[in-house]
């Protein structure tokens, strides 16, 4: 019996996939992909199409490097986790209680000023957002990028993003601004992964890659995952294609080879669908993978649970 045939997969219905991404590189649509399955603990299907960097007309490898983006965020999540069952972290407490520098947060209320303009006014929230709505983004946090109330303006220009700050210097400025919510009422993807990174830094009292490491990808043998591509490794680089109509890549793209100031928890690090499937089949089986635990089977659960409350907002 084959492998296919093991887990319960169609070798016809997959070939859907090859002619699917096939055309969509064709197209032009996207440059190129890996595409993975697996069922029941084993590969099903490992795929490469396209260009890793259509430009120079270099191909897609099954073992090539993508900017993961906000795939950072479960990792980045497994960490805190890990140091709630050691006891160093408490999901109901204050952020406060690790960054001091979030206690007491403002709200901010647009109201209409001066020929109905609107205006920012602040309003004290109503409690403070805890380590559990950082998890589950009910923290009154946002993402500037994504809206334009005047909340989200003052997130663009505080600059949140910069690459050149550190995660101690992201908390500095985020502290600074008012929250889009009130903490716990509404759910809004945001930035609040990035602030658990750095609440996993001043906790664990080490760079959050340096922890990352450690403890989550070094014993699950996630060897291309990282904040950084080592210069051996940079021609695996997988690239964006120009947008034809700009004439310029995206621009999340940076130069992976440096190690980056920013150790974005949200958004900042690198890996390879291989790997990422070693985390994922982690998770899955309950918090064991290849004989090594990394959480117990009542934390994995309690991740995958639903937390938000029947009257939460989108």
Do not use: C
Not at 208 to 235: C, H, S
């Amino acid at each position: 019996m084959s492998i296919l045939e093991e887990i319960g997969a169609v070798s016809k219905r997959l070939a859907r996939i090859n002619d699917r991404f096939s055309a969509d590189v064709g197209a032009g649509i996207i440059p190129g992909a890996v595409a993975l399955i697996a069922r029941h603990g084993k590969l099903a299907y490992l795929k490469a199409f396209g260009f890793r960097d259509r430009e120079k007309q270099l191909p897609m490898a099954t073992d090539s490097i993508f900017r993961i983006a906000s795939m950072t965020k479960p990792i980045v999540s497994v960490a805190v986790m890990m140091l709630a069952e050691a006891g160093k972290i408490r999901l109901v407490n204050p952020v406060s209680t690790y960054l001091s520098e979030l206690k007491d947060p403002q709200v901010g209320v647009e109201v209409a000023g001066a020929g109905g303009k609107p205006e920012l006014k602040l309003a004290p929230a109503r409690r403070e957002m805890t380590v559990q709505d950082l998890l589950r983004h009910t923290s009154g946090l946002t993402y500037g990028q994504f809206g334009d109330s005047l909340v989200k303006q003052a997130y663009r220009e505080a600059n949140l993003f910069d690459p050149d700050q550190t995660t101690a210097g992201f908390i500095s400025k985020l502290s600074k601004l008012p929250l889009q919510n009130q903490p716990g009422e509404v759910w809004d993807y945001s930035m609040s992964t990035d602030v658990l990174g750095r609440a996993v830094e001043v906790i664990a009292g080490m760079d959050l890659d340096q922890f990352i490491e450690a403890r989550i990808t070094g014993p699950l043998g996630m060897n291309d995952t990282g904040f950084m591509v080592t210069k051996e490794k940079a021609d695996r680089i997988a690239e964006p294609q120009i947008d034809p109509h700009t004439g310029k890549r995206p621009a999340m793209p940076r130069d992976l080879t440096a190690r980056p100031a920013f150790l974005s928890g949200g958004g900042g690090m690198v890996s390879t669908a291989p790997d990422y499937l070693r985390l994922a089949q982690m998770l899955l089986n309950g918090g064991e993978l290849d004989g090594a635990r990394s959480l117990s089977r009542k934390t994995v659960a309690l991740m995958t649970s639903d937390h938000l409350p029947a009257d939460i907002r989108f």
